[in-house]
């Protein structure tokens, strides 16, 4: 079936450290990737989103490339700032019909 | 412009209950999704609504049903409720029609079972 699995978190890190967070998935047909962020008292937002294989989605300084022969979509930044503190959800749609992930959360501290 | 609201923000209900759940979405919007949240199973997509008719749907039972009225608000009913219905259930809006739109969430409804 189709499915998106995405690392375990709590995710901490230092004020402009690198991140990385993995995102795989399993899919029939040409799915899309999504990233989606919560912060803090906020609801859901799309954070970037990528509609075919070798596409790099890019928002905020994040970035992820749909890479179709691993099947993954890792959300990259360089450079994190305390703002980035939220919680990071991969999501794929195909066949009309959304995956999430569990979601991960990040805190960055100062 | 305002946002999408969802109410109530919280419910208690016992099981065998049924309950209705609301979301207004963004002015102009007339799509509308909604999504069970849970930390166990995470976010997953229960049904679409466009222009008043269901469009896209899930992988939930018949006792999760919605509709969608003539102004685009949208309602979700679920009915013999259990244990396991606990959850966060958010609702998104677009400005049309399919998931692929970029979605709009509120804030949750967070329905707790007893």
């Known amino acids: 079936g189709n499915s998106v699995t995405q690392m375990e978190g709590p995710v901490t890190l230092s004020e402009e450290a690198f991140l990385t967070i993995n995102c795989t998935y399993t899919?029939?047909?040409?799915?899309?990737l999504f990233w989606y962020v919560q912060y803090p008292g906020e609801g859901l937002q799309l954070l970037l989103k990528?509609?075919?294989?070798?596409d790099k989605g890019s928002n905020k300084g994040f970035e992820a490339t749909y890479r179709k022969e691993t099947t993954s979509f890792h959300l990259e930044k360089g450079s994190v700032q305390v703002s980035d503190s939220a919680v990071y959800f991969c999501?794929?749609?195909?066949?009309?019909?959304?995956?999430f992930g569990t979601g991960t959360s990040l805190t960055v501290i100062p | 412009k305002a946002g999408v609201t969802q109410t109530p923000r919280y419910l208690i209900k016992t099981r065998g209950q049924q309950v209705t759940l609301s979301c207004s979405p963004i002015?102009?919007?007339?799509?509308v999704s909604w999504y069970q949240q849970t930390p166990g199973q995470g976010l997953q997509f229960l049904f679409e609504?466009?222009?008043?008719?269901?469009?896209n749907k899930g992988n939930f039972p018949g006792r999760f049903s919605g509709r969608q009225f003539s102004n685009s608000r949208s309602e979700m009913n679920v009915s013999t409720l259990e244990l396991g219905d606990s959850a966060l259930y958010l609702c998104?809006?677009?400005?049309?029609?399919?998931?692929?739109?970029?979605?709009?969430f509120g804030d949750g409804t967070r329905l707790s079972i007893l």
């Open positions: 990528a509609t075919k294989a070798d």
């Open positions: 002015s102009g919007h007339r799509s």
């Open positions: 998104a809006s677009s400005p049309g029609t399919g998931i692929y739109q970029p979605q709009h």
């Open positions: 899919a029939t047909g040409y799915p899309s």
């Open positions: 999501a794929l749609i195909t066949g009309n019909q959304f995956y």
């Open positions: 609504y466009f222009s008043e008719t269901q469009r």
